[in-house]
């Protein structure tokens, strides 16, 4: 069905299905989801062709026309499409991503493209400023970036691309070139953003969570004074439907934190524990630990063990600080009553005056600051659901997320297509603006391979077939209807094609090799805890 034609009222069902329910039965067309090349050809043909429209010879876009840049966790899920295409494309992704990375060990959200007309996209290169004003915190000179960051996938695929083709990765030395740039990506969430003091990575942007709208920011937004609307021009709006897009009044939010944090010099002043990037933030007031951003650095840890190994050093130490991470993720943002993982506002309620333990991991406690203990948000986003993607996440909590996944909230397995970004039974819910509702590839791909890794093989199997079967019909759209299925945003989107091709070729994680995340860990018990030296002293 047509977007244009489908009204919101048509596309919430009636009823709920109950918690657990058992997944639909595959139809003929989806039959035998695991087995290997279940997906038509056509998908793959048509996959290939939107990730060579897209190629810019370095890296890939997004969309030609509504994201004309390098986007960071985009080029990451691109990457682990494009390794069954061309290994060295995949390599070069992140060669080019990373290249950009700044002094302090940040990767931008956005590498711009030069020969783009700022109008193209805002907020542009001169929004930014990122060599003037994040001089004092290394922002590169050759290269015009974003000040922000995005989720940390980006470990986990550099792992896999380097399974595509060992030899090659080898030959060009791209884990030990690439090595030491996503150790000090680590370092700076671990060191500079743990603005909560318990080890996990604080975002101080919606932005840089991913999930731009999502109803989850709604409290943590509503303290920051939006920027005035004929101070930007929005270029999503030339080609979106505003009906897709986030209203004016979030964008102008995103506009006011971005220039706050900007003037500020992107938090240059934070040392061990983040504490000038807290004042960085000023008045605007936004600094949120999220269950998903974490769930990818903890995943990307388990990977960057595995790098780590591949390069002849012991891993342990990397291991033990996921499972720290792991273990603080637990403590700080499960809600076992509602069986979901929530996001902690951390400037609610006055929260820098509280006090607490050392952090899991980091600098040593008396460079911490105290421990800020803020409050859940309310709201249930599909972010609370990716830790599913952990290997060492406890099994009852595992257990209890398939059960929230597949109750009335999010429905996997039930009328839902996919599984939707948002909570359906919220107020705020809305089948197709953004990420307050609408279901997206990256996030029902991650679930995908947690339902695998858990043991949950025919949820795992019906859900693939489903996103193999909706990225071919909705023309790989940016994120569709979660009920229907049908196309919103941009088509011909990047990840959507990376990853359902990621999925019509391999059908089984532990065939795969993907030991980031997704199987179980296999640790080095050979050397003490100490033996990594890259993860010692990240």
Known sequence: MDRTTTTRAATRPPATTAAGAAPRRATAATAAPGAPGAAPAALRERAARVLAANWTGTSTVPSRELYPHQWSWDSAFIAIGLRHLSPLRAQLELETLLSAQWADGRVPHIVFNPSVPLDAYFPSPDFWRSTTAGRAAGAPGGAQTSGIVQPPVH?????????????????????P????????????????????????????????????????????????????ARTFRRADLDHGSPQDRPTDLDYGRYVRLAADYRDGGYGAGAGPGGAGAEVALGASGFAVEDPSFNALLIASEHALARITGELGVPATARHERAERLTRALVERLWDPADGIFRCRDLLAGGAHAGGGGPSPEGP?????????????????????????????????????????????????????????????????????????????????????????????????????????????????????????????????????????????????VGGRGDVGVGVGVHRDTTAGPGSDEGARND
Request: hydrophobic share 45%.
């Open 155 to 175: 470990a986990l695929a550099a792992w896999l691309v380097h399974l595509a083709d060992p030899g090659l990765s080898r030959a060009r030395s791209f884990l």
């Open 364 to 508: 040593p406690a008396a460079e911490r600051p105290p421990t800020a203990e803020g409050a859940l948000v309310a709201e249930r986003g599909v972010t609370g659901l990716v830790p599913l993607v952990l290997p060492g996440l406890p099994r009852d909590i595992a257990a209890a997320l398939v059960r929230t996944a597949c109750g009335p909230h999010f429905e996997l397995g039930g009328r839902a297509r996919l599984v939707p970004s948002h909570d359906l039974l919220s107020p705020a819910f809305d089948p197709q603006r953004y990420w307050r509702g609408p279901a997206w590839f990256n996030t029902n791909w991650l679930l995908e391979r947690g339902l695998r890794l858990h043991g949950e093989r025919e949820r795992a199997d019906l859900l693939r077939a489903a996103l193999l079967d909706t990225a071919l019909t909705s023309e790989f759209a940016e994120y569709v209807d979660p009920y229907t299925g049908a196309g919103c945003g941009a088509r011909g989107f990047s990840w959507s094609a990376a990853l359902a091709l990621d999925l019509s070729v391999h059908g089984d």
């Open 177 to 228: 070139r690439l090595h030491p740039r996503l150790a000090a990506w680590h370092r700076f969430l671990l060191h500079h953003r743990d603005l909560g003091g318990a080890g996990l990575a604080a975002v101080v942007h919606p932005w840089e969570q991913g999930m731009d709208n999502s109803p989850c920011w709604d409290a943590p937004l509503s303290r920051v004074a939006p920027a005035r």
